[in-house]
Each structure stands twice: as C-alpha cells, then as structure tokens.
C-alpha cells in the first residue's frame, strides 16, 4: 500500500511558475513508476508527465513538452513536477499516481492515486 501526498499547488499569473511535489509513504518508492496527471473543468483526465523507477525514462505529455521537467528523488520518497511558463489552460486539479508496472509511461498501469492539488492560472 502506497499512500501519496500531493503540495505545491496555487495560483499564478500566465508565464508563471510553481513546483509540484508528491510525498510517498513506505520504504518501496523506488519500485514504483510515477505519473503526473491533471484534469480541468469539464476535462477528461490527461496524462501530464511520468518517470521511470531509476528516473532514467522521462514521459511528456504533448502539451507540456519543454515546459514542464519531472523528476525523483527516491530517498526523500518524493517526486517533482516543475512546471514553468504557465498557461491559463494548465489550470486543473493536479494528481500524482504510482504504479509498480506503470514504468512512468502514459498507458502503464497506476495502481494508487494522491488527493489531488488544484493549480489555477490566471490570465
């Protein structure tokens, strides 16, 4: 069982920036593959970043790409989402997700999901 805590959500101007962070329990962190997802209002969920277990294989989604940089560090059982020159349209719920066979990749299987921080970006 994994839980996660996500932190760092808020509100910012257009071309702004935040980091996102999400805190896993347990001792076996590094056996999971983590995604970064988010869902808008009126939106379906969509897949935003994801990092393999080693950090070695990165994972963008199209509209992030060269805007947003993941990353882990397995002994503070936590991962990053930097997300820099913000848009209105990144405004949605935030969440982080772990999977052992998610490998971070877009279509891997997540099996525990945190709460969710909301990031409002303001025009």
């Known amino acids: 069982q994994v839980q996660l805590v996500e932190s760092g959500g808020g509100l910012v101007q257009a071309g702004g920036s935040l980091r996102l962070s999400c805190a896993a329990s347990?001792?076996?962190?590094?056996?999971?593959?983590m995604g970064w997802f988010r869902q808008g209002p009126g939106k379906e969920r969509e897949f935003v970043s994801g990092?393999?277990?080693?950090?070695?294989?990165?994972y963008y989604g199209h509209s992030v790409r060269g805007r947003f940089t993941i990353s882990r560090d397995n002994a503070k059982n936590t991962v990053y989402l930097q997300m820099n020159s913000l848009k209105p349209e990144d405004t949605a719920v935030y969440y982080c997700?772990?999977?052992?066979?998610?490998?971070?990749?877009?279509?891997?299987?997540?099996?525990?999901w945190g709460q969710g921080t909301q990031v409002t970006v303001s025009s």
């Open positions: 997700a772990a999977g052992v066979r998610s490998w971070g990749n877009p279509q891997g299987e997540y099996d525990y």
């Open positions: 347990g001792r076996t962190f590094s056996t999971y593959g």
């Open positions: 990092i393999s277990q080693s950090g070695g294989n990165l």
